[in-house]
């Protein structure tokens, strides 16, 4: 829910006056990364690991660390090395939320939206004066939500493992 709440905040204070030429670009963007990140790592990388019994705590923190790791991509875009680390962080860390939007339902579709959503709503231009901090505040309570939340899996789950005949206790 907490996350839900990142995106309206993100949405709310946007500079939406310097995002009128490029809305279409930018939805588009956000959905479309969104999908298709979703597809790979709460998709086919969730379901490859999912096999032997592997107990679920571990594919949650697995398929999380991989989605960070697969963002230190962005240093062939130029992104400096620290902010690329620290993008690695926050994209686990938002990793273990979409994770739990997949397993909420058991429903990709779900976490394709929210993190289509999430895209689209860092995409858009930041907002001046006194919302200038809005993002920081957003960022800080996803990281702390995911972190709760994962040792909240990692605890609870990691004696149940997902197979083609249901849950299984391992």
């Excluded at 998709?43 to 999912?50: N, P, T």
């Excluded at 860390?93 to 289509?116: C, I, K």
């Excluded at 809005?134 to 702390?144: A, E």
Aim: hydrophobic residues 60%.
């Amino acid at each position: 829910m907490l996350y839900v709440l990142g995106i309206i905040a993100q949405f709310a204070v946007a500079d939406w006056s310097k995002a009128s030429d490029r809305l279409l670009p930018i939805l588009a963007a956000g959905i479309l990364v969104g999908f298709a990140e979703e597809t790979l790592f709460r998709g086919i990388i969730l379901r490859s690991l999912r096999t032997n019994a592997r107990p679920e705590a571990w594919v949650m923190l697995i398929s999380s660390l991989w989605f960070g790791f697969f963002h230190l991509t962005n240093l062939f875009n130029g992104v400096n090395p620290i902010s690329a680390l620290i993008q690695c962080l926050l994209a686990s860390a938002s990793g273990v939320v979409y994770y739990l939007f997949r397993r909420f339902r058991g429903l990709l579709l779900l976490a394709m939206f929210a993190h289509g959503l999430w895209d689209t709503s860092l995409f858009l231009p930041a907002p001046g004066g006194g919302l200038a901090n809005v993002d920081r505040v957003v960022l800080i309570v996803v990281v702390i939500s995911a972190l709760v939340a994962a040792i909240v899996v990692l605890r609870r789950d990691r004696s149940l493992a997902v197979t083609r005949s249901g849950v299984q206790t391992v």
